[in-house]
């Protein structure tokens, strides 16, 4: 059983274009994140959602929105792609009441031409 | 704010020997939690081991051990008797005791093993 699913894997577009990265997780925890690695492998927090509420926006360009339709999943849309844009995109999961850590989905990898 | 530091951008290990990779972070908390994941070629983030800080024993998963020196803020893994496997980029990560949001991860260190 997948724990945390991200759709698409991989990602090809043009600069100026609006695309969207799809997460579910199956986990029944009640809070989702958006994480950016660089080409460097540096990973950091872009977004966390907890019951629907934006709790973290690590000053993420406006470009990038996160939606959540309900607790179980979490997109990203990003408008206007930009080639600094291009990284691989990590959705993550946890429950906020326990100690533990968060279960990462398969990674997106977006790359801008 | 928390930061994590590992200084190690590259490790090597030959196969069925013990490597130790390292990490440092800051806080002024006296409560926390700290990770270690691993990133095989396949991209996807592992958990390898995590740490309670106010356990004083270190925690062990099976071939991988932490040494925790928290008045030295220090989080190292040992990786006992390498395999091929467990080639892979490793990220230290911190978390707050109360604040599942914010977890800090250091800049990673790439290892590789040797046959």
């Known amino acids: 059983d997948t724990a945390v699913s991200q759709t698409p894997k991989y990602l090809v577009t043009q600069m100026g274009n609006d695309k969207s990265i799809k997460c579910e997780q199956n986990?029944?925890?009640?809070?989702m994140y958006w994480y950016k690695q660089d080409s460097k492998k540096f990973l950091k927090i872009m977004f966390s959602?907890?019951?629907?509420?934006?709790?973290i926006n690590e000053t993420v360009p406006n470009r990038f929105s996160p939606k959540s339709p309900d607790k179980a999943h979490l997109n990203l849309h990003i408008n206007s792609l930009e080639l600094g844009d291009s990284a691989v995109y990590f959705c993550?999961?946890?429950?906020?009441?326990?100690?533990?850590?968060?279960?990462f989905g398969p990674g997106t990898r977006l790359t801008v031409t | 704010a928390q930061t994590v530091t590992q200084s190690q951008p590259e490790m090597s290990v030959q196969e069925a020997e013990t490597v130790t990779l390292s990490c440092t972070y800051d806080?002024?908390?006296?409560?926390?939690?700290l990770f270690w994941y691993k990133q095989p070629p396949s991209r996807q983030m592992i958990l390898v081991i995590r740490?309670?800080?106010?356990?004083?024993q270190n925690a062990t998963e099976n071939r991988f051990s932490v040494n925790f020196q928290k008045a030295a803020k220090s989080f190292s893994l040992k990786i006992s008797d390498s395999q091929l496997g467990d080639a892979a980029m490793y990220f230290c990560?911190?978390?707050?005791?109360?604040?599942?949001?914010?977890?800090?991860f250091g800049a990673g260190t790439r290892l590789t093993v040797k046959p």
């Open positions: 993550a999961s946890s429950q906020q009441t326990l100690s533990y850590e968060q279960y």
């Open positions: 986990l029944g925890h009640d809070t």
């Open positions: 959602y907890n019951n629907k509420e934006l709790i």
């Open positions: 806080t002024s908390e006296s409560d926390y939690y």
């Open positions: 740490q309670e800080a106010y356990k004083q």
């Open positions: 990560a911190y978390r707050r005791l109360y604040n599942n949001n914010d977890m800090r």
